[in-house]
């Protein structure tokens, strides 16, 4: 119940193309879901976050679509470019209560070629 | 703010000995956790602190690890004895409030031959 899991495993797009990661969650207490993007040799960084109270949220090219009754998440890269090459994760957790930590999916490594 | 500052970088040690990685969290924040990430098993908790005491230490994989934080800038993730399966990197993160907002810090890739 506290897994999440995430796919592809990995993607390949070309420039210009959409990349779409999907992540689903089993834990209906879930009520935080954000996105982490990382660079090789660095640390995971915030990408993009979303609240189960919206379906859709947008930050430039990035979009989290949500699906409540699904338990399902999506990131969306629009016009991928070869800068978005990176592993991306998703993740959730309940921030009542006193669960304070982040579940991760498993990451997305995403090739951008050119 | 210098960000989440983990020491050291890079570490090569033979199994056996002793491993100390070293986290400084960003000032102020109240959370602070510690993930092993391979290539395996992706990104894994392996302990947490709020204001200074452990709260979650189900995912430390066995008694040879042990941390501490024995104050609100500094925490430190041993390994004695260290296996060849210890190697990974791991990632010390700090927030202000559980569960959002992490700022993680670049890691510590731990190779045990």
């Known amino acids: 119940q506290q897994q999440v899991k995430q796919s592809p495993q990995s993607l390949i797009v070309q420039k210009g193309g959409i990349s779409i990661i999907n992540c689903a969650y089993e834990?209906?207490?879930?009520?935080?879901f954000p996105w982490y993007q990382q660079f090789p040799g660095k640390g995971p960084a915030l990408l993009i976050a979303?609240?189960?109270?919206?379906s859709e949220k947008k930050e430039g090219r990035f979009t989290i679509s949500f699906n409540k009754s699904a338990k399902q998440f999506s990131l969306h890269i629009m016009d991928s470019q070869p800068g978005d090459s990176a592993t991306y994760f998703c993740?959730?957790?309940?921030?009542?209560?006193?669960?304070?930590?982040?579940?991760f999916g498993k990451g997305t490594k995403l090739s951008v070629k050119p | 703010d210098a960000g989440v500052i983990q020491s050291p970088r890079h570490e090569v040690t033979e199994m056996g000995q002793e491993v100390t990685l070293r986290c400084k969290p960003i000032?102020?924040?109240?959370?602070l956790f510690w993930y092993r990430q391979t290539m395996m098993r992706g990104l894994e908790l392996l302990i947490y602190?709020?204001?200074?005491?452990?709260?979650?230490d189900s995912g430390m994989p066995e008694d040879r690890f042990s941390a501490k934080m024995p104050n609100a800038s500094f925490s430190t993730l041993k390994i004695q004895p260290s296996e060849p399966r210890d190697s990974a990197v791991y990632f010390c993160?700090?927030?202000?409030?559980?569960?959002?907002?992490?700022?993680f810090g670049s890691g510590t890739r731990l190779t045990v031959v």
């Open positions: 834990n209906t207490a879930f009520d935080y």
């Open positions: 993740a959730a957790s309940m921030r009542s209560g006193s669960q304070g930590n982040l579940i």
């Open positions: 993160a700090s927030t202000l409030q559980g569960g959002f907002g992490y700022t």
């Open positions: 602190f709020n204001n200074n005491v452990p709260i979650d």
């Open positions: 000032s102020g924040h109240d959370y």
């Open positions: 979303i609240r189960p109270d919206v």
